[in-house]
């Protein structure tokens, strides 16, 4: 590097909520999470929940060969 020059100041990326919802549904993400209920420290209730969220053509995966695409 030589004096007086700099480097490229990096420049944060904004994208819109549609191009975020677009990306998530092309690739899919899993939300999971654990819930637990307890009175004086005594487990009654434990619930683990995971949710999937991607298009049905995401989940479906490419089309084998033979099969139609769907619509």
């Known amino acids: 590097m030589t004096s007086g020059t700099r480097p490229a100041a990096l420049v944060p990326e904004r994208y819109a909520f549609v191009d975020l919802l677009d990306r998530v549904l ?5 939300i999971t999470g654990e819930v637990t209920l307890s009175i004086a420290d005594v487990d009654l209730v434990y619930i683990s929940l995971r949710a999937l969220v991607a298009s049905a053509a995401t989940v479906a995966g490419p089309p084998v060969d033979g099969e139609a695409e769907p619509r």
């Open 26 to 30: 092309a690739t899919g993400v899993v």
